[in-house]
């Protein structure tokens, strides 16, 4: 699968995801998720995910994304003219 044709089926995602068998679904999973991390028990906010780890060609290198408050920084922008 190309970064093309990736970028084109996020694009259609939810017409294509329809359509799609359940093994068509996992292969399309295992192309675009290489690691998701879960906390041992669900936190006392509900939240379960840690973090997902994509591999997406359409990109430069891997995406994290990460759930955990603790690994990621806030950027507050304010513009005007």
Known sequence: MSGD???K???FFDKLYEKMSETE??????K??????????RQP??????SIEFKLPI???DM???LDNSNSV????????
């Open 64 to 66: 994290k994304l990460s």
């Open 25 to 30: 679904k996992r292969a399309f999973y295992e």
């Open 5 to 7: 044709n990736i970028y």
């Open 45 to 50: 906010n509900g939240q379960w995910l840690k």
């Open 32 to 41: 675009l998720i290489k690691e998701v991390q879960v906390y041992e028990e």
């Open 59 to 61: 990109l430069g290198e």
């Open 9 to 11: 089926a996020l694009i």
């Open 74 to 81: 806030e950027t507050v922008v304010l513009l005007s003219c």
